[in-house]
């Protein structure tokens, strides 16, 4: 038997170690292959990424941008909007308008705005009667007049009964406008009258002199300077301020005698600038029953739904008077208005 040639017999492999020699062997393409798509779909997914975010910021942006347009908006309504009494509707009711604080050209109180108010409360045939609800202790008498003018014209136009109905307080200006009305309502604790005029300021003579201060007035017209409180009192001046707030007076009492007519009961104290409480003014004539604005509505006016035709202030006024507008343009008022009649 021969023996095997060593030269010519097959190679023996051992398990494992030919594979793994030519696995290394391979090129290493594959791996690259692999990784390049990949690198490709994550550069693709942050540009997607990227463009969605772009379009979420745009979105948001012009949502802003309309948010504050609208809110701009709103408030220049606000702002300009005319200040038109609550509409009423054309069913029965009674009709209110609140007549509260001063009197005065530049208050929530004034001529303008009440005598708006007045027209519309008239107008409406809804209206089967208009009620005054006063709390205040008066102004002007200018700005009375104007309501009390209007009041009594309205009456006669329209044919409508007028009702005043006093809180706490009706005085002075206040009872100019109360007077118009065809009945005054009170609660036995109001406080009604003041039938008078006054005029008020101050004299700073005296401290000027302590201080040494020296006050320099130059008036083209002699009575130009007249109840400068800087300057002395000048009799001549003062009587003629009192004969003008006198013929004043004798207008307030004209209309109150003309409004009350035979219902008032004068006394030497009815024009004296003296004010009762609201029994007392019952009996003297200056205020006919007790009662309460829903009482005169249900029970007098027989219309219980009442429509109030107060205008309101706007939003640029409240703003106005809460930053401290109001105190600013009240002392111009004070410095520029030295002797105001009330």
Known sequence: M???DPSSSPERVEPGFGSAAAEAARPAAAPAAVTAP??????????????????????????????WALLLLTLLVLLIAPQI??????????????VRGEIAVDAEANAESLV???????????????????????????????????????????QKKVYAVVEEMCASGAYYIAVAAD?????KASLVGSIGVLMDGFGFTGAMEKLGIERRLLTAGENKGMLDPFSPQNEQHRAFAKAMIDQIHQQFIAVVKQGRGTR?????????GLFWNGEEAIKLGLADHRGNLDYVAREVIKAEDIIDY????????????????AIGSGAVRTLRELAPLR
């Open 183 to 187: 009945e005054i309502y009170v609660d």
């Open 310 to 325: 107060t205008p309101k202030e706007n939003v640029a006024e409240r703003l106005a008077k809460r930053f401290g507008a």
């Open 38 to 67: 990949a690198w490709a779909a994550g550069l693709e997914q942050l540009g997607r990424d990227f463009v969605r975010e772009r379009r979420s910021e745009r979105r948001w942006r012009v949502f802003f941008r309309l948010l």
């Open 2 to 4: 021969s023996t095997p």
């Open 116 to 158: 708006g108010a007045l027209k519309s409360a008239f107008e409406d045939t809804g209206a089967q009667a208009v009620v005054l609800r006063i709390n205040s202790p008066g102004g002007s008498p200018v700005q009375a007049g104007i309501v009390n003018d209007e009041i009594r014209r309205l009456k006669a136009l329209h």
């Open 264 to 272: 008032l009961k004068e006394t030497p104290e009815t024009f004296s």
């Open 85 to 98: 009494p609550s509409s009423a509707p054309s069913t029965p009711h009674t009709a209110l308008i609140e």
